[in-house]
């Protein structure tokens, strides 16, 4: 008689669907993405845990046709806003306005929904936008829904919001903040591609060829895995790992680096520890496998700590940038944890 229990056994099916249909999604983006596995990865582990992301890269990238195309591998509804410094909040919620009944005759208000009622939204140059604009996508983003003229409209479900800022150019733009940065899980960096990428990019660019991208997940199915996401179990050792990479961040404190205190003037909070943990679930399931292990949480280190630790002056003018100083975070966490 099996001791298995049925939702253990959907988990397990689960899975292997998304190991079969974790390849069929890279080769179907691959026919309009050349390249951009990682980045396209970490996509998806922010939608399986039911997060958003920041995106930064230089023009040119194919940021957008990137989130597109994930969006039809997906089979979910996508929507792009062009943020800009006069975009109104109404702008990316929608707005009532004033219709006649055809029937009574009688005035009413009707709402008109924004473009964040999609279950992909791209937040392009989220900083060019003023804090008001910035504040009502955050907002939605965390409590996925709108309050419109006294009245909730929830989001649709799945949803998912990628926002990008423009490396270059920053006259004119208003950072986000520290506290509305660690809201995103991951910041996700999209760097140049390979030379045979580039010849590949410049080959299919320039042609009159024209691919269809299939639907490979559902957005029943990301539910689905964002509820299994939930469930993947964390050993004591790894939960230690994690937290001892954000303890290990936080100048000031006891148990701060010393390379921290030379070279941060900001660590990690707590949500960055809760999200080394969803994210590294994620990951595992990403790998096929039901359970985290520590290289899940070196995997996903990076992406969940470049926006939540800051250089100081010191760091800037010797030339350390926020990713050698994560890798010296994981490595230090991990002595410590081995020891």
């Not at 919001?161 to 991951?186: C, K, S």
Request: hydrophobic fraction near 45%; charged fraction near 20%.
């Amino acid at each position: 008689m099996s001791t298995t229990s049925p939702t253990a056994e959907n988990d397990v099916a689960m899975i292997q669907k998304l190991r079969a249909a974790h390849q069929k999604l890279r080769k179907e983006i691959g026919k309009v993405i050349i390249g951009q596995e990682k980045v396209v990865d970490e996509l998806l582990m922010a939608i399986f845990c039911r997060s958003h992301a920041l995106l930064m890269g230089v023009p040119g990238l194919a940021k957008t046709l990137m989130v597109s195309t994930l969006a039809q591998a997906l089979a979910l509804t996508f929507k792009r806003v062009q943020f800009t410094p006069d975009l109104m909040p109404s702008d990316i919620t929608g707005s009532e306005v004033i219709q006649d009944d055809p029937v009574t005759r009688e005035r009413m208000f009707k709402f008109l929904p924004g473009p964040i009622f999609a279950n992909i939204v791209l937040a392009d140059e989220i900083n060019r936008t003023p804090p008001k604009t910035q504040a009502a996508l955050l907002e939605a983003m965390q409590e996925r829904k709108c309050s419109i003229g006294g009245t909730d409209h929830p989001m649709k479900s799945p949803f998912f919001v990628l926002a990008t800022q423009n490396p270059i150019e920053q006259e004119g733009t208003y950072p986000l903040p520290e506290a509305q940065l660690d809201r995103f899980l991951f910041l996700i960096k999209v760097d140049y591609p390979t030379d045979a990428e580039e010849e590949q990019i410049m080959r299919i660019g320039t042609s009159d060829t024209k691919t269809t991208v299939s639907p490979v997940l559902t957005g029943e199915d990301i539910l689905g895995l964002q509820q299994i996401v939930r469930r993947v179990p964390v050993s004591d050792k790894v939960f230690q790992f994690a937290k001892r990479i954000t303890r290990l961040s936080r100048p000031g404190t006891p148990e701060a680096a010393d390379f921290v205190s030379k070279w941060l003037t900001w660590g990690a909070g707590p949500r960055a520890s809760m999200n080394l943990i969803l994210a590294a679930k994620a990951h595992a399931l990403l790998r096929g496998s039901n359970h985290v292990a520590g290289d899940d949480v070196v995997a996903v280190a990076t992406p969940i700590l470049r926006h939540r630790l800051i250089l100081n002056f010191a760091a800037q003018s010797e030339g350390v940038t926020i990713d050698q100083v994560i890798r010296e975070l994981v490595k230090t966490a991990a002595k410590a944890v081995a020891a």
